[in-house]
């Protein structure tokens, strides 16, 4: 049974780009949640989603930032016109019925902006 | 929301000895606290949990204890080995609240040989 699968593993970007990074929540999992981490720091919630559902995106920046997690596939975080400070591991998790289970991490994506 | 309290942020221990990482945190309503540890470079993996019906929980080396009136919880590592060292993470959830885990800021522990 594969793990949270994350790809890319490292991702570089310029300034402006976009940055399209996907998730693939273990097999049965219908909870998907990202965040990221800042180096030397901790993890900061961006968005909880269910299967075409945004549940919470409170801490999701207001702008340039979207999360989708459609009815087939993986599930996506796009940040447009990236900027230096995008530069972060973001990790994605997943749980088959809410928190009550734990979460299972996936390996992140390292964003870097150049 | 939630706000979760992790210290020491470091803590360094000679191998053998033991090592406690204390976390708070503010609502009374949570009910779940995981543990997790991050190895340089790699994902946060949960290496024990705790309900808030349980006081304590043990498994092997690692013991994890809850005060619900004073709103803190504690990992125990015992016969400390240089592979514990890591960062670990606290975390604390509740199923009425927002849908996710709020972390601490992380204990880096260094297990010296």
């Known amino acids: 049974n594969a793990g949270v699968m994350q790809n890319p593993r490292h991702l570089v970007r310029r300034r402006g780009q976009e940055a399209r990074l996907r998730c693939s929540p273990v097999?049965?999992?219908?909870?998907v949640y990202w965040y990221r981490q800042l180096p030397e720091e901790g993890l900061k919630f961006m968005v909880y989603?269910?299967?075409?559902?945004?549940?919470?995106e409170s801490g999701m920046p207001k702008e340039r930032f979207s999360a989708e997690f459609p009815k087939e596939g993986p599930s996506i975080l796009r940040i447009q016109q990236v900027v230096r400070g995008d530069s972060a591991a973001y990790f994605c998790a997943s749980s088959p019925l809410g928190q009550e289970h734990g979460y299972t991490f996936g390996s992140g994506t390292r964003l870097t902006v150049v | 929301g939630e706000n979760v309290e992790q210290h020491p942020s470091t803590l360094s221990v000679q191998e053998g000895d033991s090592a406690v990482i204390k976390c708070t945190y503010s609502?009374?309503?949570?009910?779940?606290f995981p543990w997790y540890k991050q190895e340089l470079g790699k994902r946060p993996q949960l290496i024990i949990d705790?309900?808030?019906?349980?006081g304590e929980k043990k498994d092997q080396r690692i013991a994890v204890t809850l005060n619900k009136t004073a709103k803190h919880f504690s990992l125990h590592i015992t016969e400390t080995q240089p592979e514990d060292s890591a960062v670990y993470f606290c975390?604390?959830?509740?199923?009425?609240?927002?849908?996710?885990?709020?972390f601490g800021t992380g204990t880096r522990l260094t297990v010296i040989p």
């Open positions: 975390a604390a959830y509740h199923q009425t609240g927002a849908n996710n885990l709020f």
């Open positions: 705790i309900r808030s019906n349980v």
């Open positions: 097999k049965g999992h219908s909870h």
């Open positions: 609502d009374s309503a949570s009910n779940y």
């Open positions: 989603l269910q299967k075409e559902n945004i549940i919470d």
